[in-house]
């Protein structure tokens, strides 16, 4: 069992810029890859953003790329999302999840055990 907890959201202005964190616990952080989606009112979940278990491959959705940074420390068993140039367009609530599973298909969030609760990113224009 892994339990996740996000932190770091809050309400910005557009072009603004905001880090979350998600804190892990329980099984070995090292031993999963992670992720990060989001959820808009009246719209499905959505992929975001993904890292490798060993933090040496990240991927993005295109809507995010080269605003978004996806990083993790697995010494503090912990992973980061820095989000800049933000738009009222990201605004959702931001889950994070870990999977067991080496897999290509990183953003199907089918692939991920365990999930935290989330964290609210309100971005105002």
């Known amino acids: 069992q892994v339990q996740l907890v996000e932190s770091g959201g809050g309400l910005v202005q557009a072009g603004g810029s905001l880090r979350l964190s998600c804190a892990a616990s329980?099984?070995?952080?090292?031993?999963?890859?992670m992720g990060w989606f989001r959820q808009a009112p009246g719209k499905e979940r959505e992929f975001v953003a993904a890292?490798?278990?060993?933090?040496?491959?990240?991927y993005y959705v295109d809507s995010v790329k080269g605003r978004f940074a996806i990083s993790r420390d697995n010494a503090k068993n912990t992973m980061y999302l820095q989000m800049n140039s933000l738009e009222p367009e990201d605004t959702a609530v931001y889950y994070c999840?870990?999977?067991?599973?080496?897999?290509?298909?990183?953003?199907?969030?089918?692939?991920?055990?365990?999930w935290g609760q989330g964290t609210q990113v309100t971005v105002s224009s």
């Open positions: 999840a870990a999977s067991r599973y080496y897999s290509s298909s990183y953003q199907y969030d089918g692939l991920y055990d365990y």
């Open positions: 329980g099984r070995t952080f090292s031993n999963y890859d």
């Open positions: 890292i490798r278990r060993s933090g040496g491959r990240t």
